[in-house]
């Protein structure tokens, strides 16, 4: 299978503004941050969480705990990721009763990400409330589920795939629509 790219659809400097507008977002729909945590989904989630953290705290002054969340072995595709899927850890150093959870993922496509993070989130406790940001929301929902805050809305073909690229993970900050050759 080979990735041809389509298009950039967001550099460094979209991606920044996105992040940048979601958390003045998180910060207005929540009259502030009092009771607010970010929790990243692995992989992308996770450098988007605190890339938001640090956009949070620039501009409220105050310190919002941020977790990682794994999700694998919640996952409803499990046993077609091969007969070891690698199991990462989850690292939410904080109580989520009583908080307001901001999951943080990269793309939104189907939900079933989203499904299972809420599955896992809810093994840690009950918080509050829970909110979904996305840098990428791309349509085509098999699940109830929507995002709360999005960087970019981005209709796609299902034969496309799109690519969010980070510093942190990836060495580049851009957001590609790839095609399957």
């Known amino acids: 299978m080979e990735l041809i790219k389509k298009a950039q659809i967001m550099d460094s400097d ?4 996105s992040l940048t507008r979601i958390a003045h977002e998180i910060i207005e729909k929540n009259k502030g941050v009092e009771n607010i945590a970010l929790v990243g989904i692995r992989t992308r989630g ?3 969480a605190n890339r938001l953290k640090e956009n949070i705290e620039k501009i409220e002054g105050k310190i919002v705990p941020t977790g990682i969340l794994d999700i694998t072995l919640y ?4 046993t077609t ?3 070891q899927p690698v199991v990462n850890s989850t690292r939410v150093d904080f109580k989520v ?4 959870i901001v999951l943080v993922d990269d793309v939104l496509y189907t939900g079933r990400t989203a499904r299972a993070a809420l599955d896992a989130l809810i093994d840690l406790g009950r918080p509050k409330a829970i909110q979904f940001a996305v840098l990428i929301d ?3 929902k098999e699940l109830p589920i929507r995002a709360d805050y999005v960087g970019k809305n981005v209709p796609t073909s299902k034969k496309e795939i799109v690519a969010v690229r980070l510093i942190e993970t990836d060495g580049a900050d851009e ?3 790839q095609e399957i050759k």
């Open 97 to 100: 009763e009583d908080k307001k």
């Open 14 to 17: 979209k991606i920044r503004r």
């Open 75 to 78: 996952r409803d595709d499990l």
């Open 138 to 140: 791309r349509g085509h």
């Open 175 to 177: 957001v590609l629509i």
């Open 81 to 83: 990721l091969g007969q």
């Open 46 to 48: 996770v450098p988007l």
